[in-house]
């Protein structure tokens, strides 16, 4: 084979897998509210999770409480929270637009459980399972539940392991 034969043909072959590996990391954008409103108010306090870490249930009951959420009042008027509402029960993991691979490892929660944190899912545990408690005990992470810690991100469903940041 010629020197520019095997070159065209190295070429196209990392060119291929150039565009393979971008197509995978362009599938770690999780679908997002069209509402800035859910950035806004949800992200305010925590972590505007992408919906489909939970299922539509999870999503149900979570709304449904805002004025005794995790210890704190985040109540909304009733035509936000229903806009919110809907957004979130559409992006749901149990739902067609849910990420496969999320949607596969959440499948094992019974559906007469209803979670209420996404660090508690299986597909959180799946991804985190190599990260030591020392590092989720660091002042600048506090927690599993602060995902912009790290992936800075995470409020526009991104969640590239190149634009993770590990906070000294």
């Not at 034969?5 to 995978?24: E, M, N, P």
């Not at 997002?32 to 806004?40: C, D, G, I, Q, R």
């Not at 992408?50 to 909304?76: I, N, Q, V």
């Not at 992470?141 to 991104?158: F, L, T, Y």
């Amino acid at each position: 084979m010629s020197h520019r034969r095997l070159h065209r043909l190295l070429c196209a072959a990392f060119t291929l897998l150039a565009q393979t590996a971008l197509a995978g990391e362009l599938a770690t954008v999780l679908p997002m509210p069209a509402s800035p409103l859910y950035v806004k108010e949800c992200g305010s306090c925590h972590t505007a999770y992408a919906p489909t870490y939970l299922p539509a249930r999870s999503w149900r009951k979570l709304m449904g409480e805002l004025e005794r959420h995790f210890g704190g009042d985040a109540g909304l008027e009733l035509e936000e929270r229903q806009l919110l509402l809907a957004q979130l029960e559409t992006l749901a993991g149990d739902t067609p637009r849910s990420v496969p691979a999320i949607a596969a490892r959440d499948a094992r929660i019974p559906p007469a459980q209803t979670p209420e944190r996404v660090t508690g899912m299986p597909f959180f545990a799946f991804m985190h399972d190599e990260v030591p408690a020392a590092i989720w005990a660091r002042p600048k992470i506090g927690s599993k539940s602060n995902c912009g810690a790290c992936h800075p991100r995470a409020d526009e469903g991104r969640y590239f392991e190149r634009e993770i940041r590990i906070p000294k």
